[in-house]
C-alpha cells in the first residue's frame, strides 16, 4: 500500500513537498510515478523516476519547477516550487512494475489515495 501525504493551500510562487511511503514492501523494485487530477478532468502524468533514481521524468508542463527524488527506499519525493493555479488538483503517487518508464496511469499497479494541492492566484 502507498501512502501519498504533504498537500496543502499555498499561493502562487510558493512550494510544496508531496511524499509517497510504502509499508511492507521497498519501493526501489518499481518506477514511480506522480500523476494529478483535476476536477472534470482525466488523470495525467506528472513525473516519474526509474529504479535506481538515476532517470527522472516531467511532463511539459511542470518541467523546471518540480522535482522528483527518491530518498531511500521506501520514500519518494516531489518537491513543487514555483506554483501556478492550473497546479491545483489531487496529486497521487503511484508504482509501476514496468522496465522502463511510464506516461500512462494504466501502466501502474498500486495507487496512493490521493493528496489535494490548491494553488491561489
Known amino acids: 500500500q502507498l501512502g501519498d501525504s504533504g498537500g496543502g493551500l499555498v499561493q502562487a510562487g510558493g512550494s510544496l513537498r508531496l511524499s509517497c511511503a510504502a509499508s511492507?514492501?521497498?519501493?526501489?523494485?518499481?518506477?514511480m510515478g506522480w500523476f494529478r487530477q483535476a476536477p472534470g478532468k482525466e488523470r495525467e502524468f506528472v513525473a516519474a523516476?526509474?529504479?535506481?533514481?538515476?532517470?527522472t521524468y516531467y511532463a511539459d508542463s511542470v518541467k523546471g519547477r518540480f522535482t522528483i527524488s527518491r530518498y531511500n527506499a521506501n520514500l519518494v519525493y516531489l518537491q513543487m516550487n514555483n506554483l501556478k493555479p492550473e497546479d491545483t488538483a489531487v496529486y497521487f503517487c503511484?508504482?509501476?512494475?514496468?522496465?522502463?518508464?511510464?506516461?500512462?496511469?494504466?501502466?501502474?499497479?498500486?495507487w496512493g489515495q490521493g493528496t489535494q494541492v490548491t494553488v491561489s492566484s
Open positions: 503511484a508504482a509501476s512494475a514496468r522496465l522502463s518508464v511510464r506516461y500512462n496511469p494504466s501502466d501502474y499497479d498500486s
Open positions: 511492507g514492501r521497498s519501493l526501489s523494485m518499481y518506477f
Open positions: 523516476i526509474s529504479r535506481s533514481g538515476g532517470n
